[in-house]
């Protein structure tokens, strides 16, 4: 939940947030209507350069602890709107993650990633016709605020690396509450194409196009950057825990007997937005279409006999990333350590799951987002950090892995019986096909739904923008 907070926080700087030629504005930024922190943009000119940069920071809680969360990109364009560099730095819990690109004359972009204290450079193709904030406020400022007036426009993600289409449609002007008082705004609704899972935000904006309000739906709950005075942005924050919005009540326990056999589960949409829910495909989960537009899950731990439904891994499941420093010295040593004398791949699996839920020794929910290799150095964390170290020690030992991204049941968990809440595991290639591990939990069983897997990276789990928060478990049975 913080790194799509993160993430949908910074979606502002790709679409309608630096639409007008100003020099500073401060907003206040609330969950659910609750304070939960600031977001600062300013923008200047340096004879043929422009500079903008955007910073947010926000708190959170999540099961009664505060988690800190801060982010920031800042952009250099020439007047024209060619990107020349970007800077994105993120930190989660004292732990920062910066990402700095630099885009030369021949179209070549060179990145520099520190995650977890590592170092990585690299050079991609910059996207043709992806732009940064000036050249999509260029952009916008010559469609102008007619309404019924519809654009799109390419808009690079620093986080990920990647340039999403932004569809923006002008409408009608509408009378606005903010801090300061009712102003009359024009309202621009924006699709953001990230992955399968659009994104959808609604902005409020002045005659110059610069925004008062910002309106991002995400996971059950609403984002909300409202334009004030430094000191209203910068006020005390409230308390607002996140996981309460993304559980989700079973209609019944389920035994641990039903789980290690595997279950029928029925879920539906608990708003009538249209957007079809999201979920993976693996070779323990498959989804189909139900009666009365519900959604049939069918999970089971996977067979060891017959090929696998997803294919085969490929070359990116067995290297290391930003996220799964799976060649650092300090990861390798402990996939040995893990492994033991096991020489199977399912073998080494099943220990290092092992490994993995007794070297964390601190299990809590205080930590964000951590890489591998800052897990290996402070062992502490919840699912994810779990998720990251076990993937990173099988990639160590050449298993292909992944991350899933998804939702577990749980007997109790906060105060409430018979849950699912939000989780994240690894998965394996063994014995040809795709096994899921769990170190945080005591393996995995049927209880796990899927929204989608990845390489770890925390910015490319789009599934769960469209799905987490807005789902509702009709039925649970054991499968036959």
């Known amino acids: 939940m ?8 910074l979606l502002p700087l790709a679409t309608a947030t630096h639409s007008a030629a100003v020099d500073d504005t401060w907003m206040s930024v609330l969950l659910d209507g609750r304070k939960i922190g600031s977001m600062h943009t300013t923008r200047s000119i340096d004879g043929e350069r422009v500079r903008t940069t955007q910073a947010m920071q926000i708190e959170l809680e999540r099961s009664g602890l505060k988690v800190a969360l801060s982010t920031s990109e800042s952009d250099e364009e020439t007047r024209e709107g060619k990107p020349l560099r970007f800077e994105s730095r993120t930190k989660i819990s004292g732990i920062e993650n910066v990402q700095t690109g630099v885009i030369g004359a021949d179209g070549k972009l060179e990145v520099t990633t520190e995650v977890g204290g590592a170092k990585q450079v690299r050079t991609q193709v910059w996207p043709q016709g992806a732009l940064l904030a000036e050249g999509l406020r260029l952009i916008e400022e010559r469609h102008g605020l007619t309404p019924g007036t519809r654009y799109k426009t390419l808009a690079f993600q620093a986080e990920n690396l990647e340039a999403v289409e ?3 449609r002008v409408g009608a002007r509408e009378t606005i509450d903010l ?45 909300t950057m409202l334009a004030c005075s430094k000191a209203c942005a ?20 389920l035994t641990a007997d039903e789980r290690a056999k595997g279950m029928r ?25 139900a009666a009365g ?3 049939e899950l069918r999970v089971a731990p996977a067979s060891s006999t017959g090929t696998s439904r997803e294919g085969k891994p490929t070359a990116v499941d067995t290297q290391p990333n930003d996220w799964l420093q ?3 010295p300090e990861i390798v040593k402990l996939a040995h350590d893990g492994a033991g004398a096991a020489k199977t791949p399912a073998a080494q699996m099943q220990n290092l799951e092992d490994f993995v839920r ?13 890489s591998a290799l800052e897990v290996a150095k402070n062992p502490e964390g919840d699912c994810t950090e779990h998720a990251v170290l076990l993937a990173a020690l099988g990639r160590a030992l050449g298993i292909p892995t992944r991350v899933v991204d998804g939702l577990v049941y749980i007997d109790h968990y906060a105060g409430k019986n018979n849950v699912f809440v939000p989780h994240a595991w690894a998965q394996a290639w063994v014995d040809g096909r795709w096994r899921s591990y769990d170190a945080a939990l005591q393996g995995f069983d049927a209880g796990h739904v899927a929204l989608s897997t990845g390489s770890g990276d925390p910015w490319r789990f789009y599934a769960g923008f469209s799905t987490l928060g807005r789902v509702r478990v009709e039925a649970v049975e054991p499968l036959p």
Do not use: H
């Open 179 to 223: 801090p300061d008082g009712k102003r009359e705004l024009v309202r621009i609704e924006q699709t953001i194409a990230l992955g399968d899972a659009p994104t959808k935000t609604v902005s409020w904006v002045e005659a110059d196009s610069s925004v008062r309000k910002l309106l991002v739906p995400m996971m059950g709950y609403e984002l």
């Open 265 to 289: 589960i029925i879920v539906s949409a608990t708003d009538t937005s249209g957007d079809a829910l999201k979920f993976a495909t693996t070779d323990e989960q498959q989804f189909s279409a």
């Open 358 to 370: 007794r070297f964390i020794r601190t299990k809590d929910l205080s930590v964000g987002y951590a």
């Open 234 to 253: 910068t006020a005390p924050n409230q308390a607002s825990d996140i996981l309460v919005g993304t559980m989700l009540a079973a209609p019944r326990a």
């Open 293 to 295: 537009g519900k959604v």
């Open 166 to 168: 932004v569809d923006s």
């Open 326 to 328: 799976s060649a650092a």
């Open 2 to 9: 913080l790194r799509f907070l993160c993430f949908l926080a």
